[in-house]
């Protein structure tokens, strides 16, 4: 299992809007909004790193609103 978490920055009155699509998204687990330089951060899983990569370039980025997104990979010890 691949776990991430993406950063979002929403267009300005925007942010809702994206926030209602972004719940829609099964693979989000969890989904919250932020103060600061981006909007949204969203704790994602997926089967693999790929199958993450394509969630967050096909399922989040295509979202109309979303403006940048910075992804951020867990890892094992």
Same mark, same amino acid.
């Given at each position: ?19 209602n ?14 103060f ?17 990569? /394509?969630l967050?370039? /096909? @399922? ?9 997104t ?5 890892? @094992?010890?």
């Amino acid at each position: 299992m691949a776990i991430g978490f993406v950063l979002i920055s929403a267009a300005p009155a925007k942010e809702h809007e994206v926030y209602n699509k972004l719940s829609k998204v099964p693979e989000i687990v969890e989904l919250h909004p932020l103060f600061g330089e981006y909007d949204l951060i969203a704790k994602i899983e997926a089967e693999d790193f790929e199958k993450l990569g /394509n969630l967050v370039v /096909n @399922r989040i980025r295509s979202i109309d609103g979303v403006i940048d997104t910075k992804t951020l990979t867990g890892t @094992r010890f």
